[in-house]
Nanobody
Framework: QVMLVESGGGLVQAGDSLRLSCAASGRAFRNYMVAWFRQAPGKERVFVAAISWSGGLTDYASAVQGRFTISRDNIKNAAYLQMSGLRSEDTAVYFC??????????????????WGQGTQVTVSA
């Protein structure tokens, strides 16, 4: 089992930047690919970004491409989501999740086995 804890959320203004962190404990974090999802009020949880176990491969939703950067540090057992140029439509609870595979194009929440509790990001216009 892998335990995940997100942090770094907050209230920011449009155009600001924010860095989310996902701290992992439990089984070898490096054996998992990591993804970030977000869920706005009344909406489904949607894919934001993913990174392979080694960090060499990444994938982004079109809505965040060019503004968000996903990264990981397997020594620190952590993953990050650097968000810049934030917009009001980025307001959501952000979740990190892991899947026990090196890499796959996995955008469905059901494909991920372990989840954190989420961190709120609110962007004011």
């Amino acid at each position: 089992q892998v335990m995940l804890v997100e942090s770094g959320g907050g209230l920011v203004q449009a155009g600001d930047s924010l860095r989310l962190s996902c701290a992992a404990s439990g089984r070898a974090f490096r054996n998992y690919m990591v993804a970030w999802f977000r869920q706005a009020p009344g909406k489904e949880r949607v894919f934001v970004a993913a990174i392979s176990w080694s960090g060499g491969l990444t994938d982004y939703a079109s809505a965040v491409q060019g503004r968000f950067t996903i990264s990981r540090d397997n020594i620190k057992n952590a993953a990050y989501l650097q968000m810049s140029g934030l917009r009001s439509e980025d307001t959501a609870v952000y979740f990190c999740a892991v899947r026990a595979t090196a890499w796959a194009t996995s955008v469905r929440p059901s494909e991920y086995a372990y989840w954190g509790q989420g961190t709120q990001v609110t962007v004011s216009a």
